[in-house]
């Protein structure tokens, strides 16, 4: 293009232009002068422009200034663009989605003997055999408050229904046990003469709920993590040159 298209920032014939690298090497191959602009609107008119006079042969010129004569002895005009990242340019977003919780079954809370509730004539070991017990899950007695009691005993004290060592008791008429700790778990009635009479059953408790038998409500939920990556490239703003 001529200079005056150069002057009045017109350069859509241009020889040739580059507007993806960020980095564009032009090679000064003929002399004369040569001008660049970027063609984005407005960019040119605020002062993306340059005329460069190029020589035939490089000089020695101790005068010229440092650009210039760098650029005649190297016989190549390197422009770098910074591809700048405006605000808007290349936002990156990044969102991570949690949904559901952790790895946690729901505990499962058990009425012991159902709707027999704590009482004498049930077999208990009989209903607990049917269940899964894990830990954190939650045992309900129901029963008539002093008629019987809720007493947490060893091995040994649950062979021989005594409850002298007993670790936990209650005869509130509701009592509700938070299986806390994996391993066996025993229960009686201290009331004289009720363990004897079958108000005793021991339980497995173990530590993590496992699939399949025991309560109905007590299957595992697969935790749910969603991991969301968004990646928005605005458009960016190229540079292009014009080369005469
Ligand atoms: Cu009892």
Redesign the pocket.
């Known amino acids: 293009m001529s200079k005056s298209e150069y002057d009045d920032c017109s350069g859509m014939d241009g020889m040739t232009e580059d507007n993806s690298s960020g980095l564009t090497t032009v090679t000064l191959a003929t002399p004369g002068m040569h001008y660049f602009i970027c063609i984005v609107p407005e960019h040119c008119d605020s002062g993306m422009k340059l005329a460069v006079n190029v020589s035939a042969t490089p000089v020695d010129d101790d005068t010229a200034p440092m650009t210039s004569r760098a650029a005649r002895a190297a016989g190549s005009l390197q422009i770098r663009l910074l591809k700048i990242a405006m605000a808007n340019a290349l936002p990156l977003v990044t969102l991570l989605v949690l949904a559901g919780s952790a790895a946690l079954a729901s505990a499962t809370t058990f009425t012991v003997g159902d709707s027999q509730g704590w009482t004498?004539g049930v077999n208990y070991n009989s209903w607990a055999s049917s269940k899964s017990f894990a830990v954190g899950d939650t045992l309900v007695f129901d029963y008539v408050a002093k008629?019987?009691?809720v007493t947490e005993v060893t091995k040994s004290g649950y062979d021989t229904c005594s409850g002298a060592n007993k670790l936990s008791d209650d005869d509130s008429g509701s009592t509700t046990v938070t299986l806390a700790t994996p391993g066996t778990h025993y229960f009686i009635?201290n009331?004289p003469g009720?363990c004897s009479s079958g108000?005793k059953f021991a339980i497995t408790v173990s530590a993590t709920r496992s699939a399949g038998t025991g309560a109905s409500a007590g299957a595992p939920r697969v935790p749910a993590m969603a991991s969301v990556v968004v990646a928005a490239a605005a458009g960016a703003a190229f540079i292009k040159l014009a080369l005469l």
Request: charged share 0%; hydrophobic share 40%.
């Open positions: 004498t008629a019987h009691t009635c009331i009720h108000m």
